[in-house]
């Protein structure tokens, strides 16, 4: 019997009402003779509600108390649904992570799966019940509760997929798919039917919020067939219409070969830039630099470091907007401690990247794509690639019309 | 080293500005060298509206699923005040009761307690920890939440001291120790230095709101001291001061028998009486008039089967007035089946009761009673007895004027 795992994310889980409709959805694909498990995450606002009072506590939350707190909404999540379930007649139980036991190691607050022992969900399945499980957490060897950061109920779904072996991760959440790029920015943005592992993983880390990245990699090392789709649909919409919607993340890079060069666009806003000058050119340099960073916690994207002339170098990398300021002071600091001649930034830039495994066997995507900017009189500001992916740097303001121009020139819009 | 336990009522664990008072009054005890438990209720308001939740999508809600929901009020409470005593620099460390482990039963929304594994408490203790645990729930054979039920944190907190044979369990809530009665009622109401515990019991399931009547009776079976004691205090009052003030439940009976023979009067107003009158009086009638009451589910409270005349009887109890109409409604169908003449109700008495250990070696104290309310020219409709307390219901318009009366009549205004 096909087992298939479903993710329903806040949104669609938001109020009684809506939890009733997941059931109406889930009760469908049972009734079709699926064995089904379901991972929901808290109702909307939830975990918010929960980490605001941790925080009128203490202002950094301790990691381990927090996690006993913040778990706390998914539990009520899995409990409500399966009464949803119970009250049209199906069998239904719930588990909270340690009650898998969904195993993780303690890094409380941003905690990784070590291993699932679904023998009682198995059971379950086989005795016709509905199992509902928490997403966004487990346990750790000491039964201290830890949870897996934002986002961490796709995750949840996904490895629970790949531990059981199901035949398909469906993710449920408030878009219908993975678009060419953002619909709200380009009015031509296409959905995608299939996309790889690795495009959506580019997608994902690049600020698309439609997939937490970790899902993604989890999704591509055990090779989950996972599909996004929408949970604003009629519940009860023919199965195999609502079972080929959306965009279905695939392993078989062979389908992708006739399809286009570039998949998907996309772009951050909350990107800002940092340039340190005439920094002594010297080994050691981007560890002197990006040590301190690092230590006072400031994630950093993109990294440049320029020729050297005469001895002196500059040194460029960016952070996300809220960490600018504190980046900005770090960087004081360390300017005088290497003997730089100053910092400069600018917290008023955008990144847009273009995605697709064609790019490894099509050369010009990267001349197409600055060509492109060129003709609309944008300027690069920095660059940075991967193997399926050419990302730059640009004046936030040219954004919405750097994007369009490039979808425009990439063909996106047709099929 | 003496150990404490300390719980914490909702209304105390209202707001993170309550926690923080809290933590401040068991850091003073901390201080003072004492090993602390804490066990925490659901912040105020929680359990009601994760209930309602759950009332939303089941009527009836399915008790092991609502057990999953209701219990993360407190698992919230536990983490808020692990951290709020981190923030002042304490060492502190909270656990669910499935964490400790609190092994009970399986019978959800009225689990009892089987066993308490102290071991990793008490580690926690031994390294200097503050441990919070959650009260209200634990942890069946198979590893299902199931709580205690409404109040069920006293329950958790007295187990605790027993497991731990802890030198006293300190209640702490929004009164400030047992009175002789409600001091609304009786202006003249005096508070209780000691009770014993069986007085204590038949307060607490007299619908005196102090104390969860089944916390008494752990308190009682395992000789736990345990003190009633006001939350709304000067967290940092002197701990001397503090440690002697509420009301101490206590086992020596010896202490009691130079005081006062009532220690205090009881009343619930609301209850409800029904009357089944010409029932034939046949073996097993008892079992066929409350039979099909306890079918549906509901509570009877005060029996009374009148002396037979001529082959007939009359049969009377009383029900909470929630349940009032449901059990007419029963009634109704229980007469025609026993060829009873008719059913009548009233759901405007209430019940008074003088308890006192004292009763068990005066002689008088009923004649005391009936004589006062006589008096008073207010009429008995049924009478009820135990060991150490006399209740009688009433027409509810009467039931302040009984209570003062009582009161007065007993003395229970002098020390």
Known sequence: MALIVHKYGGTSMGSTDRIKNVAARVAKWHD?????????????????????????????????????????GEQVSVGLLAMALLAIGKQAVSYAGWQVAI???????????????????????????????????????????????????DTSAVAIAAAMKADECLIYTDVDGVYTTDPRVVEEARRLKTITFEEMLELASLGSKVLQSRSVEFAGNYRVPTRVLSSLTDPLMPLEEEASSGTLISFEEDTKMEQAVISGIAFNRDEAKITILGVPDKPGVAYHILGPVADANIEVDMIIQNQSVEGKTDFTFTVSRGEYQKAMGVLEGVKTEIGAASVSGDAKVSKVSVVGVGM???????SQMFRTLSEEGINILMISTSEIKISVLIDEKYMELAVRALHKAFDLEKE
Not at 41 to 62: C, F, H, V, W, Y
Not at 126 to 148: H, P, R, S
């Open 103 to 153: 195993k993780t190691d303690s890094s409380f607050t941003k905690a990784r799966i070590q291993s699932i022992d679904d023998a009682k969900v198995r059971a379950d399945l086989d005795a016709g019940k509905i199992v509902i499980i928490t997403g966004f957490q487990g346990v750790d060897d000491e039964d201290n509760i830890a949870t897996l950061g934002r986002g961490g109920s």
């Open 360 to 366: 490894r066997s099509h050369v010009g995507v990267a």
């Open 32 to 72: 079709a003779g699926y064995q089904i498990v379901v991972v929901p995450s808290a109702m909307s606002g939830e975990t918010n509600r929960l980490i605001g009072l941790a925080k009128q506590i203490m202002d950094q939350p301790d990691p381990r108390e927090l996690d006993m707190i913040a778990s706390t």
